[in-house]
């Protein structure tokens, strides 16, 4: 019997309340998906072809775009990482410039390393003294498509992973202006609509990569690339292969129609009542327990995301979430030093709110002036070569502690939330390395850097 389906089934027979990701929390919503096999198909006569364009998936895409506002749609086996790569190669020339938010996840490194692509960075303000990261200024992407005139495109993460979301508007208003696409990734946003937001096609974005998975009842790895039709269809075809399989997986497609298609009835509902309760929940957080939430006063929040800070109480968020996993059966999606983050979805019941809220209660946990420095932004590296150059460069692992001077070759990326601190191509001073070591890291794990041997014939 295999090992790694037993640790599933030992995991799924625990009963944790889910406040992870996928969004179905392991309940059958799409009760069709309860018997696999019959429908697991593949490009046969009256299937279609995903690459193609063809029927009945066309119907299917059809049906999403006009759900989320959008001109077209492709649906994708390869998650939001397949989506993003596509959009931004569908967007970016090889050898191009593309504006990107410095918190966007680490498979746009992937993207810009294989397009030899050279990042311009625009950076979101921080919230709080926690460093979590806010909203990027109309004015910083202004300023960077001045001094860039060259770029292409504009990339921007809307929900981020604490829930923050972007004013895509304004930000669309300013790429146009300047004639480049804006490109949002919005893995986290596929329920948006269904929590009373628009969708970022409809705030005037020309490509979003959504996950279904992520926060829908979709199977794991299933995505969608809206399109406001700026990027033409048949470019995006030809495009999405390029970083998937050529053998799609038919259950993948069909969970996503399947997903559109409840959200358009019954999970419409559930989600307007998981926003209705996230709200209450944080208000309640903060009435009721040591800790404090993530709220509207500090920036518009994806109303299904609850963000919790432990800053000033006697637990990190890493050590709460070891808490709530090992004594009180509640997993989250992601801890870093001063929160948790718990994605809320249609499938969670009152039981699993109260669950979780009846933990945070819990008298173990007490208020204590904050002892941790302020988590600053983080320094801005400079460049010693270009992303590509460092990425297929001769390179080695050394630990954290004495990368000083050398050039990141991989991207340093706490996981979750999978947002690269360093690029490749950055040079590394102590100053990052403190403040990794403030944050996520001891300083003694391996990160990889390039031969210097290597780093002195790409030097700029």
Known sequence: ???????????????????????????????????????????????????????????????????????????????????????????????????????????????????????????????????????????????????????????????????????????????????????????????????????????????????????????????????????????????????GTSSPSYLLLASIDLARAWLEGEGGEAYAACARRVAALRQEIDRTTVFSALTETAAPLDPCRLTVCCRGTNVTGHQLNAILHESFGIDVEMSDRDHIVCICTGADTRRDYARLMGALRDKQFTRRPAESQPLLPFPAPERGCSLRQAWFSQNIKIPLEQAEGRICARPVTPYPPGVPLLYPGERIRQVHIEFLRAGWYTGKEPICVMEEADAERNRD
């Open 1 to 243: 019997m295999s090992s790694f389906y037993q640790q599933l089934k030992k995991q799924a027979a625990g009963k944790a309340a889910r406040f992870h990701m996928p969004g179905h929390k392991g309940r059958p919503i799409l009760p069709e998906l309860n018997h696999p096999f019959a429908i697991d198909y593949t490009e046969i006569e009256g299937t279609g072809n995903l690459y193609e364009g063809d029927e009945p998936i066309l119907s299917a895409e059809q049906a999403a775009a006009q759900y989320y506002g959008a001109q077209d749609c492709l649906f994708l086996t390869g998650g939001s990482t397949q989506a993003l790569m596509t959009a931004i190669a569908a967007a970016v020339p090889a050898g191009g410039t593309l504006v990107i938010d410095r918190n966007c996840h680490k498979s746009a490194t992937h993207a810009m390393a294989l397009l030899d692509l050279t990042p311009e960075f625009v950076v979101p303000e921080p919230l709080d003294e926690t460093g979590l990261p806010g909203l990027i200024s109309p004015q910083a992407v202004e300023n960077a498509l001045v001094q860039t005139p060259e770029a292409s495109a504009v990339l921007v993460t809307s929900p981020n992973y604490y829930g923050v979301m972007q004013d895509i508007p304004a930000l669309a208003e300013i790429c146009h202006r300047h004639g480049v696409p804006l490109l949002v990734d919005a893995a986290h946003g596929a329920h948006l609509k269904a929590a009373g937001r628009k969708s970022p096609i409809e705030e005037g974005a020309d490509l979003a990569a959504v996950s279904t998975h992520k926060t829908l009842p979709a199977l794991g790895q299933s995505a969608l690339l809206l399109s406001s039709g700026r990027i033409p269809w048949e470019t995006l075809l030809e495009t999405a292969p390029m970083f």
